[in-house]
């Protein structure tokens, strides 16, 4: 199954210096690849996973039952993770997540793994992201041992620890333990995300921080500038309701001009939005005296 697109879902303050980003001009989301088996299977049908685990990227999801890493998966039959790899090449994303291992052999795992990150090392992979298998039953402490050890080999391979994060919260699974349920696909997609953030993959969201503004007074010059973190610059400012006649919100952020009479409070809502679609919004006020 794939279900490819980008699922995307500041500080403000009154300054008079620009706000320094964090990230390049790039309007293009960091593009991610999930390959994954029944277990990951859960997360394109729940909406809030995919909310979640598409924050700051452009995730292709590649689940499908049954698979398994290399060989021949079990019926129904669908391409191995290698396949996957194999057929999308040079086109695959620079970062691939893998949440494979639930149908694989026990003694065939670790060669397997090795297969699998010589062909992504191959398609031009830049940082892989493996999940453990949660170690409900049989063979899996094995093979999140197998998992750990192919990433002190491989610098560029990171271990997202899934069996010691659902540790004790049968709550997330089905009856075999494994499988998940909605409170599990939104908790998978979590884990995956902040591993992303953390190693600087995905683009943390774009926040507002002003909570007021300085006052401003009929008939003398006004000027604010609201500053945005987070995200992806450059950014683009606009606001909803009405700002004291003479004010003129700027596209970069300035709050402009020479504010007219009757005096009062003014209410409205800025909106930023950054370079790869993220948005973020608040209520803020100016008083005119």
Not at 232 to 242: E, Q, T
Not at 263 to 284: E, H, M, N, P, W
Request: proline share 8%.
């Amino acid at each position: 199954m794939r279900a490819s697109g980008a699922i995307a879902v500041v500080v403000a303050a009154l300054v008079t210096a620009s706000a320094t980003p964090a990230h390049s001009l790039d309007s293009a989301p960091p593009a991610v690849t999930l390959i994954g088996d029944s277990v990951a299977e859960a997360l394109p049908g729940d909406a809030a996973a995919l909310r979640v685990l598409g924050q700051g990227i452009s995730l292709d999801l590649e689940v499908a039952p049954c698979r398994r890493l290399t060989g021949t998966s079990c019926p129904p039959g669908p391409p191995t993770a290698l396949d996957v790899i194999t057929s999308e090449g040079s086109a695959i994303a620079p970062t691939v997540v893998i949440a494979v291992g639930y149908n694989d052999y026990e003694l065939e795992y670790a060669a397997e793994i090795e297969q699998v990150l010589g062909a992504l090392d191959e398609a031009g992979v830049r940082r892989v992201f493996w999940l453990t298998l949660r170690e409900a039953s049989g063979p899996y402490p094995a093979m999140n041992a197998a998992i750990a050890a192919a990433a002190a080999r491989h610098p560029n391979v990171s271990v997202v620890d899934w069996n010691t994060y659902a540790r004790g919260r049968p709550e997330w699974f089905q009856a075999d333990g494994l499988h998940l349920l909605g409170p599990g696909s939104e908790a998978m997609a979590a884990l995956i995300h902040a591993a992303l953030l953390e190693a600087g993959v995905a683009v943390p969201p774009v926040t507002i921080a002003t909570t007021a503004l300085p006052e401003a007074h009929a008939l003398r010059a006004y000027r604010a500038r609201f500053v945005a973190s987070g995200g992806r610059a450059p950014y683009s400012w606009s606001l909803a309701g009405r700002v004291p006649r003479g004010l003129h919100l700027l596209a970069s952020g300035r709050l402009t001009g020479i504010p007219r009479r009757p005096a009062g409070s003014f209410a409205f809502t800025i909106r930023v939005k950054d370079a790869i679609g993220q948005i973020a919004t608040r209520r803020l006020a100016v008083r005119v005296r």
